[in-house]
């Protein structure tokens, strides 16, 4: 006894193609919102005599995302990291609340399919 089975998988491929196409665009603006949640954390932690290594503190796009910006080109900001850690400090967490805001994007793209 033979059986066949088709199956049609163009919906499949179709939401496949639509979710390709729209979680990067999803996860871009997440991405950056998490850097700028970072950057403030960081700058919190960041010690404030002349206020100019706090303002080298911020979030800028990338692709994909965001960045965090810290000392610019500050020579002693290297040496108040070393010594006060506040950039160690302020990312401490970050991936892990970055990875949970990339699972939350992605299962709201997977759920409009």
Same mark, same amino acid.
């Given at each position: ?22 979680? $990067?665009?999803?996860? /871009? $603006? ?16 960041? $010690? ?11 979030? /800028? ?16 900001? =290297? ?8 950039? /160690?400090?302020?990312?401490?967490? =970050? ?11 992605? /299962? ?6």
């Amino acid at each position: 006894m033979n059986l066949d089975v088709d199956v049609d998988t163009r919906r499949v491929v179709a939401g496949m193609q639509k979710l390709a196409r729209n979680l $990067p665009r999803a996860i /871009e $603006p997440v991405g950056y919102e998490q850097a700028r949640r970072t950057a403030t954390t960081v700058a919190g932690f960041t $010690p404030v005599r002349t206020g100019r290594l706090r303002r080298t503190v911020g979030a /800028e796009p990338v692709d994909g995302g965001g960045q965090v910006t810290y000392g610019d080109a500050l020579r002693y900001a =290297s040496v108040i990291e070393h010594r006060q850690h506040p950039v /160690e400090r302020g990312v401490a967490g =970050s991936d892990r609340d970055y990875q949970t805001a990339m699972i939350r994007t992605a /299962e709201q793209e997977v759920a409009a399919l």
